[in-house]
């Protein structure tokens, strides 16, 4: 005879109401420290969850704590330069995260007192804050019964509900929050919750594999181990592939200092500093025709490093070369690596290429 709680008539809230305070009481005693964790202000809960988007953990700690050194609260992120915001994301990638952090902060000075506010659907007002993000600040910051959903939630909520509906749908993501909300306990317990579905998710109910199940507070009651797909689920579709650009990535030098310039204001990596770069693998003779035509005076070309950086849609595929020149065209900034690095921020994609110029 089935268990109570296997899926009975569609609704997974008895089993996560047997869940949750099996994931709260494991989380609480075995909660990895993290920096802000160990005193969850809005502002702080805040920063981190934008900096985890698309992040490790492990590597979003210095840069938040660089962060949170230098912009301490609403205010400072409010009045700070938008180049040394960008010098502070440096790194971390998908620099409108950065961009949207400033925008919010201004507004939140502006028409809320400088504090942020504690609703889910006032904080998806501010640019940057998506549903997760708001869910996440309310919860942990402010203790309202607001589930965060991400890829993890979603893989631990899929095995042990054994839900078999594609996670990569945007509705099914919705049908999931709302499940959560509506068994989601408020105050203290609705952060540890956020958190333990979140932690879960990262460290035993893993992806891309066998997830951990025999340290698994809810192994007992999980469908999916019981049904034995624990591997199988969560069920998603295939990404789209993404569109490949070949580049040919100019190190244009002359006596020490390097070209480099500022990127548009609008598009990708807007705003952000790069080296000249042809479309497509250049030959020899383009990249002198193309040097000679900026006034640059070419000399010696030599090849590069190559290197690859995948965004969400698209791939580039770049090749480096070196090219020796007698004048400094007024077209580009000439800096030295060293000068590049205080002063440029500069996108992860070019790193093997300021890499490349700092060893020369
Ligand atoms: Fe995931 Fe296994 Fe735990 Fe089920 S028992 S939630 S599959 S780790």
Same mark, same amino acid.
Do not use: I, M, S
């Given at each position: 005879m089935a268990r109570p709680t296997d899926k009975q008539n569609g609704s997974d809230g008895p089993l996560l109401q047997q869940a949750i305070p099996l994931l709260i009481d494991w989380y609480s005693r075995h909660k990895k420290s993290m920096p802000w964790r160990e005193d969850p202000t809005p502002y702080h809960v805040w920063i981190s969850e934008i900096m985890l988007q698309q992040t490790r953990i492990e590597a979003a700690i210095p840069y938040y704590l660089r962060f949170i050194r230098e912009l301490p609260d609403i205010p400072a992120l409010a009045a700070v330069e938008e180049e040394r915001l960008l010098k502070l994301w440096e790194g971390l990638g998908y620099y409108s995260r950065a961009r949207n952090l400033k925008k919010a902060a201004l507004l939140l000075t502006e028409r809320y007192g400088g504090a942020l506010p504690r609703t889910p659907e006032e904080l998806q007002k501010l640019p940057g804050i998506g549903a997760y993000t708001a869910g996440a600040i309310a919860s942990i910051a402010f203790g309202e019964r607001t589930p965060a959903v991400d890829g993890n939630v979603m893989r631990v909520y899929a095995r042990l509900c054994a839900m078999e509906e594609d996670v990569m749908k945007e509705n099914t993501r919705r049908a999931v929050t709302a499940s959560l909300a509506e068994v989601y306990p408020a105050g203290r317990e609705a952060g540890l919750l956020t958190e333990a579905l979140m932690e879960l998710g990262e460290v035993v109910c893993i992806p891309n594999g066998a997830p951990l199940c025999d340290r698994c507070p809810v192994a007992e009651i999980c469908r999916a181990r019981r049904a034995g797909k624990q591997e199988e689920l969560p069920l998603r579709s295939p990404p789209k592939a993404r569109r490949i650009e070949e580049r040919t990535i100019l190190l244009l030098e002359q006596d020490g200092a390097y070209a480099v310039r500022r990127r548009p204001d609008?598009? &990708? &990596? !807007?705003?952000? @500093?790069?080296?000249? !770069?042809?479309?497509g693998y250049a030959r020899e003779e383009e990249i002198f025709d193309y040097a000679v035509k900026q006034g640059c005076c070419p000399e010696a070309l030599k090849a590069g490093p190559e290197a &690859?950086?995948?965004?969400?849609?698209?791939? @580039?595929h770049m090749k480096g070369t070196f090219l020796t020149c007698r004048s400094r065209s007024p077209l580009f900034e000439w800096k030295t690596p060293l000068q590049i690095l205080a002063d440029c921020p500069m996108p992860k994609a070019f790193h093997v290429y300021l890499n490349a110029i700092k060893k020369r």
């Open positions: 609008h598009g &990708l &990596l !807007a705003g952000l @500093w790069e080296f000249p !770069a042809l479309e &690859l950086h995948v965004f969400t849609h698209v791939e @580039w």
